[in-house]
């Protein structure tokens, strides 16, 4: 059966509505902004690693599994930890450079929700870290921690793990650099043009 509505219901329907589109609609251009922003510093910070032949790479959680042995796990709890103090990744150390942006474009969608959500006010969830040392590697919360960073935020929510580990850490003082010493310039530009 067809039903007619009445034309100031859904006059009034449409006028609520109106405010809340325009409000998606400026925070995904705000989404936007940012994301070019912080690809074209990712981009820029990729071609200084290649012309100071010095990695911009993102730790990896299992280099450390490989060196250390791990004494301990223990669960902290949620904590509010610097996004400086975030330098590693559990297994995606190539989709986002050491400061958080991301170097790779088959981020560029989840990138753009996450910003979107943040920009019109949801509060998402904490990442989750674990911290060995005084260095944190993400496990879950990547694109929320390259949103943060892009947006001027100093710190973010977390659920944080403590490993305390045994053995040299792959990053210490006295463990071998890995420069890009052997790239050649064809290596280099290929570096520089696949992000």
Known sequence: MFRVQNPLVSYAMASAAQPVVEEKQRALRVALSLYNRARTRAWLRRLWSVLTQRRQCLLDLSEVEKQCSIRHRHYRGIQTVCLDQIRGSDGRCRDFDRAFYPSQEHNRGRWLAIATLQESGTILPPVQLVQVGEIYFVQDGHHRISVARASG???????????????????AEGTPAQPWTSMGARQAAEAVGSS
């Open 153 to 171: 935020k100093a710190c973010i929510e977390a659920e944080v793990v403590v490993w305390q580990v045994t053995g040299p850490l792959p990053w």
